[in-house]
């Protein structure tokens, strides 16, 4: 009787190791129950369906079927057997899963680049495609000075075929000895040209019904079908593959315990492990396999676990992966030493809660694994003992993770036979003998640049500057990158030594000095602000919720996160501050809070425009925002201690800038729309506190902003105020021009940035119904709503500039006796200005200028131009008013220009009130013509606040914008080392390079490159550079050198 069989369930293809114990066992088992259903079934069963085709043979016919088909039809018909439907379903899957395994055992037999049977070498070469290159390979590459250490490196190089995303079930996971040695040739100096088997790269595709890997592979292995033989009897052919896979799994198993055998002779741990005998529990058999590991079969000691998720002694893995190779001994995976990871803590916590006996003889207690070592620690006399080799129960920490403490403690003995080596062979020279040994590591690793660096060390050459100081140089002498290499290669053609650092190595110099490198937090977080800290430099209108009635910007913008500048800044002055916190005898681990004060500026940069750059039509006009970091400041018991001040608040070394901007400072709109993202982080900076970690320790700082560096203009812009032309005359107070020409002195602040807000809301919404005039004199000027908070403070800058002008146009009237003519002509006027700027030319040597600025306010308000200028008015009293004017100034001045004027000029604020009064009298008597019901601004200010500010902040001049007025000329000179196709990169390079100017670590390269040329220090041609590489002298870099 025929049998047919469904093809999902006929006898695989698969190879033993692969195929399940019960496979075969189900398959005759359903043979069996086929055959008995068909003795049982009745006569009048339904005939077989017939297949569509003549030609083809049916599926559910047996092979006997089919060698009689040309036949008469047997008498018997069996009818179509339907297996049930869960049955189909399950044994289509089970066959599913079998063919991808039999997919991925084929590969294992195949070449990885090539494609060719592995098993075609007769000494069984094969290299895995995973993995460090065998030591032949690395011995060549070591001789072509290559830098490739592992084979996807290698066959990357060489075969153009990147092996580094490869996946087992597509990929085979090693590769034949002919691409191995077609390598070789490719990388030995042999003369004749390396030769290929195969010119294009295998492609590699995921198992398919019509897979030509295992239709090739099933077609190689299986012998040729032979017709059955009919006289060979059932019983016989069963005993026979009986017989064959007895001897398979006999072969099979004798393998594996040699293979088992071989690796616990590599481990050789038994003397160090514990045995799974000494579990004071009889463990079921799989929980102890789950507890040992799987080389030595000891409990597990370290533990680490591979990617293929095995478990392993660390020491026994190690030293297998070391001889067996570089796969994992259970599943052959490819794993590596840098692979292995600790285990989850929860299997960490059972495995060290087990219960153990203790090996001694004469003890009989029961110790977790935990306490085993302390417990052993008590048998001092016993050799039996067992000491797992991870005494203190965790992963062996890396030797350069330790503290230098655990270092000297683990290099101890290595140092001993070090030291030895030296007195024996080196006259004691321990350092040469270490710096040789590290050497030859950085040799044997390829890394052939660091070492040429380390033996110009040692050879007393030295390797050059560092980064930083060549970053230094470039930066302050204003170097584009073109003159900078220039320069690099001329020094070290002419020398023969890289003095100069390359242009790659300034770059990584400036990212620690950068805002967006060094990592922190604020507690609580920032509201509206990411918390992320990588920040560089960012658009200056990110941040701004844009809808479609937005006031459309067209400006260029670049700005740092302010929280970020703000971290940077503290890190720069790091140095700083841990003197500071010495000098006040102070403990370096106090932790805070640091109390830090921040000066705000913003002042526009006025006409910038340049020839070079393309982009948008946006406005050749400059804002700069930028700030100082005023005063440091640390709570010690009930007093704040001040542990940094800056010593020169109005310089351009110490004015960071924050935020550079292609606008007009009088656009309100745009200032408004770049502005605001940045104010909202300072506002949610006041209520936070920054966690930083300085000098290995994490401390907590406090901000406290105060904006003062700010000019009338842009005060009157940023606070919703009229401009300087209006009735209200004051950003202090409320008094009107004409109020404070009567009452020039005895005047108080009452202006604050809350108040006019509330202003502005009377003025928007007008609640009293009043008229125009009527509410403008409610509100006192506010017209539009302010945005930046500022304190009420004089600009001592633009306050010196202000009365310059205005003592400049007394002159005029005094040379034309106004005071006896008020009705002069418009023409006589000018003839006054040019007497005027001709004579202060001949005697002062004073050009005359178009506009007021801080150079000619500084020569023309002094004594000396006083007589001068008298000489050109006839009337006795007049020089004597005049004089006394200028002397009562000349006094008053250095209280609101001195950055502490109770130290620098102590007479002068005492005498400052009493000054003002007697110049305020003269102002309304002797020049009464010029201050008859009106009053300049500054004049205003000078008289009547500059007291009450002095007894409020202690200093005017520290609070000044001067240092980012001075900020300015740095803007046009780093616009032109960094002259770009686009403004956009333009202003991210002034930007940065603005920042790197205001660094206080390269400061102090500058500082010492000074002194040492002060001193009189040369580099001559012994020394290095020679005479003939004067760079301040060079031509072509004389413009950038030049401060």
């Known amino acids: 009787m025929a049998v047919s069989l469904p093809p999902t369930l006929g006898l695989s293809s698969a190879p033993d190791e692969i195929q399940h114990p019960h496979i075969k066992f189900s398959e005759w088992k359903f043979k069996l129950f086929r055959v008995r259903s068909f003795e049982k079934a009745p006569e009048n069963a339904q005939a077989e369906k017939q297949d569509s085709s003549e030609g083809k043979p049916s599926l559910e016919q047996s092979p006997a079927a089919l060698d009689k088909a040309g036949g008469p039809k047997p008498a018997l018909t069996q009818p179509p057997l339907k297996p049930h439907p869960k049955f189909l379903k399950k044994s289509h899957d089970d066959g599913k899963a079998r063919d991808k395994a039999i997919h991925q055992a084929n590969l294992r037999h195949l070449c990885r680049i090539c494609g060719n049977y592995l098993k075609a070498d007769r000494h069984h070469r094969r290299y895995p495609v995973h993995g460090p290159v065998d030591g032949k390979t690395q011995v060549l590459l070591r001789k072509k000075e290559k830098r490739a250490t592992s084979w996807p490196d290698l066959i990357a190089k060489v075969f153009r075929i990147d092996v580094k995303a490869d996946v087992d079930s597509i990929h085979p996971t090693e590769f034949c000895h002919d691409c191995w040695a077609f390598m070789h040739r490719k990388f030995s100096s042999a003369p004749c040209e390396a030769y290929s088997s195969r010119n294009a790269a295998m492609e590699w595709h995921p198992h398919t019904p019509s897979c030509d890997i295992c239709d090739a592979a099933r077609q190689g292995l299986k012998r040729k079908s032979q017709p059955p033989n009919s006289q060979l009897s059932k019983r016989l052919r069963t005993v026979i593959d009986r017989a064959r896979q007895a001897r398979r799994c006999k072969r099979r198993t004798q393998d594996r315990i040699s293979s088992k055998e071989l690796m616990k002779k590599i481990a050789n741990c038994s003397k160090i492990h514990l045995s799974t005998r000494l579990l004071a529990v009889d463990f079921p058999v799989h929980f102890v396999k789950s507890i040992s590991c799987q080389i030595c079969e000891h409990i597990l000691a370290d533990p680490v676990e591979t990617n293929c998720k095995h478990v392993f002694c660390r020491i026994c893995i190690l030293r297998c992966l070391k001889i067996m190779g570089s796969y994992c001994p259970s599943c052959r995976y490819p794993c590596f030493p840098t692979d292995l990871e600790s285990p989850v803590k929860s299997f960490l916590s059972i495995l060290n809660s087990l219960m153990v006996k203790c090996p001694a003889e004469e003890c009989d207690e029961e110790v977790t694994l935990e306490k085993y070592n302390h417990h052993v620690s008590s048998h001092k006399e016993s050799k039996e003992t067992f000491v797992h080799i991870n005494k203190g129960g965790r992963p062996r920490q890396h030797l350069l993770s330790l503290t230098r403490r655990a270092q000297k403690h683990r290099l101890r003995e290595l140092k001993m036979q070090v030291k030895a080596f030296a007195d024996k062979e080196e006259g004691g020279d321990v350092k040469s003998v270490c710096l040789t040994l590290f050497l030859l590591a950085l040799r044997a690793r390829n ?71 060094h990592p922190f937090e604020w507690q609580p977080p920032l509201k509206n602000v990411s918390s992320s800290t990588d920040v560089g430099i960012i658009d200056g209108l990110s941040g701004l919720a844009s ?405 409020r902040d202690g200093s005017i001049g520290a609070w000044a914008s001067e240092g980012n007025e001075s900020g300015n000329k740095l803007f046009r000179r780093f616009r032109k080392m960094n002259a770009r196709q686009s403004k956009y990169y333009e202003m991210e390079d002034v930007l940065k390079h603005h920042w790197l100017y205001t660094s206080k670590y390269l400061q102090k390269f500058m500082n010492a490159h000074n002194a040492l040329k002060d001193s009189g220090f040369t580099l001559n041609s012994q020394g290095g550079l020679g005479d003939s590489l004067d760079l301040e002298e060079s031509p072509e870099s004389q413009d950038s050198m030049e401060f």
Not at 464 to 479: K, S, W, Y
Request: charged share 30%.
């Open 447 to 517: 890394e052939h640049r660091q070492a040429d660096e380390l033996e110009a060390i040692m050879k007393g050459r030295g390797s050059g500057l560092q980064p930083a100081v060549c970053l230094a140089i470039r930066v302050n002498t204003f170097l584009s990158c073109s003159q900078y290499h220039k320069m690099y290669r001329t020094v070290k053609a002419i020398t023969g030594r890289q003095i100069f650092q390359p242009l790659h190595s300034l770059r990584s110099a400036e990212k620690v000095l950068l805002p967006g490198y």
């Open 547 to 951: 809808s479609v009635d937005d006031y459309p910007v067209d400006t260029i913008a670049k700005r740092f996160r302010y929280d970020a500048a703000l971290v940077s800044a503290l890190m720069d002055m790091e140095e700083d501050i841990l003197e500071g916190m010495r000098a006040q005898e102070l403990d370096d681990y106090l932790n805070g809070p640091f109390t830090v004060v921040v000066k705000e500026s913003c002042d526009g940069m006025g006409d910038v425009s340049e020839k070079h750059g393309s982009g948008p039509a946006v406005p050749e006009k400059a804002v700069r925002f930028s700030f100082t970091v005023m005063k440091i400041s640390i709570a010690h018991g009930s007093q704040n201690v001040k542990v940094f001040e800056e010593a020169k608040p109005n310089s351009e070394l110490c004015c960071k800038p924050l935020c550079l901007m292609l606008a007009d400072e009088s656009d309100h709109e745009t200032l408004t729309a770049i502005l605001s993202p940045l104010i909202a982080e300072r506002e949610a900076m006041k209520s936070s506190e920054l966690m930083l970690e300085m000098g290995g320790i994490l401390r907590t700082f406090k901000f406290i902003f105060r904006g003062t560096g700010y000019d009338e203009k842009l005060v009157r812009e940023v606070e919703g105020l009229e401009a300087s032309g209006s009735v209200y005359i004051c950003t202090l107070c409320d008094a009107t021009r004409l109020e404070a020409s009567q009452n020039l002195v005895f005047h108080s602040i009452t202006r604050s940035h809350a108040e006019n807000l509330e202003r502005y809301e009377v003025w928007r919404s007008n609640p009293y119904h009043e008229t125009v005039e009527e509410l403008r004199d409610r509100v006192k000027g506010v017209s539009a709503k302010p945005f930046i908070e500022t304190v009420p403070s004089i600009d001592a800058l633009h306050c010196d500039i202000g009365n310059a002008a205005e003592f400049y146009k007394i002159f005029q009237l005094e040379i034309g006796e106004v005071y006896k003519n008020p009705n002069a002509s418009k023409e006589e006027r000018k003839r006054w200005q040019a007497t005027l700027d001709k004579h202060l030319r001949k005697r002062m040597n004073l050009k005359p200028i178009m506009r007021m600025n801080g150079n000619f306010a500084r020569k023309l308000m002094t004594k000396e131009t006083v007589e001068a200028v008298c000489e050109l008015i006839p009337s006795q009293e007049r020089h004597e008013a005049l004089k006394e004017l200028m002397d009562l100034y000349l006094k008053m001045k250095p209280v609101w220009r001195s950055s502490c004027p109770a130290k620098e000029c102590p007479e002068s604020l005492c005498q400052y009130s009493f000054n003002s009064q007697r110049f305020a009298e003269l102002l309304s008597t002797k020049f009464k013509y010029r201050y008859e019901g009106k009053i300049t601004n500054y004049f205003h200010k000078t008289l009547a606040h500059v007291p009450e500010i002095i007894e």
